[in-house]
Structures are given as structure tokens and as C-alpha cells.
């Protein structure tokens, strides 16, 4: 994992100890213990909310929030989380060619004090343009949903979208 700006051993904890929180969210599916996570002031909860998100393929708005926090750590792993979603063939969206990768961002500097960017203001706005960017990725997906495309894998001369209705044979 990415995570570059911090002890090594400190954050195999704090990673093994948010699993574990996400792994009892999913089972116990309480509404109030995820909002609770993804306000609280420790980061482990923050960062066990996006892990939650991620094991349960849900590119939910809450994302966006974390991927706006101010700690590094939880940005990264809401970033991690988002990439896995929309990466996973439920999400894949388009016709990108095999082994494309879908990642919108941010991504970790170390150059920066705050984790990202070069200065305090280069870090919120790379975190405001990507948060831009991956709600615009999936409200896509979602509206092309809705309209009865469905995204298909592609070849050479082909569009990538179906809706499913056979298509006319006149000239």
C-alpha cells in the first residue's frame, strides 16, 4: 500500500485495527456505527469506515467525505477504496482496454507536510478535483444505468454501451 509518509509499524496497526472495526460493521450492518466512524476524531474509525465502503463495493457519498479529511492516512484509504470499487467489474465503466485501471486520485506526496501537494493549498485542491472527478465517475455510471445502457467489454469498432434493444438493419 502507498501509504509512504508514516512509521511503517504504526500503520500496520492502525490498518490491522480498522480491518477489524470494518469487518464488525459489515456483520453487525448498524447505520449509526458507520456515521459515527466517519465523523469520529480518531482515525482509525474514519479509515475502518472507508475500509467498510471498499469490502462492500459501495462507492457511497461518505467516500467523498473521507477523501476530504485532513489526515493523510484517511485519505489514502478512502482513495484505495475508491479505486477497488470502480475497478471492480460491477463498476468498470466504458470501453477502456484490458488492464486499464480507473484512479482519479489524490495521490500521496512527501514532499508535503499534510501528505499531499506541495503546500497546504495544493493538497486541498488536488483532494477537492478528485473528489470532483469521482463523483462525476460514478453519477456517469449511475445515469447511464438509468437510461438502459449497460456497459459491455469492447473491440476494435465498438461503442461499449448497449441498451439492450436490437438494433435496426435499414440503411
Known amino acids: 500500500m502507498p501509504f509512504l509518509i508514516h512509521d511503517q509499524a504504526e500503520i500496520l496497526r492502525i490498518d490491522a485495527r480498522a480491518r477489524s472495526i470494518a469487518r464488525t460493521m459489515m456483520v453487525e450492518q448498524t447505520t449509526e456505527q458507520l456515521e459515527l466512524s466517519v465523523k469520529s476524531a480518531d482515525r482509525t474509525h474514519r479509515i475502518a469506515a472507508a475500509f467498510y465502503y471498499q469490502f462492500r463495493l459501495d462507492p457511497d457519498p461518505c467516500l467523498m467525505h473521507l477523501l476530504a479529511d485532513q489526515d493523510p492516512l484517511v485519505v489514502e484509504a478512502a482513495h484505495i477504496a475508491l479505486v477497488i470499487i470502480a475497478n471492480d467489474k460491477k463498476f468498470k465503466a466504458g470501453p477502456y482496454p484490458r488492464g486499464h485501471l480507473v484512479d482519479f486520485g489524490p495521490w500521496m506526496s512527501r514532499a508535503a507536510g499534510n501528505g499531499l501537494g506541495s503546500t497546504q493549498e ?42 439492450g434493444q436490437a438494433e435496426s438493419k435499414e440503411p
Open 122 to 163: 495544493d493538497g486541498t485542491a488536488m483532494r477537492r478535483d478528485a473528489i470532483d472527478l469521482w463523483q462525476s465517475h460514478f453519477e456517469g455510471i449511475a445515469r447511464r444505468r438509468a437510461g438502459g445502457l449497460v456497459d459491455k467489454p469492447t473491440g476494435p469498432g465498438k461503442t461499449g454501451r448497449e441498451t
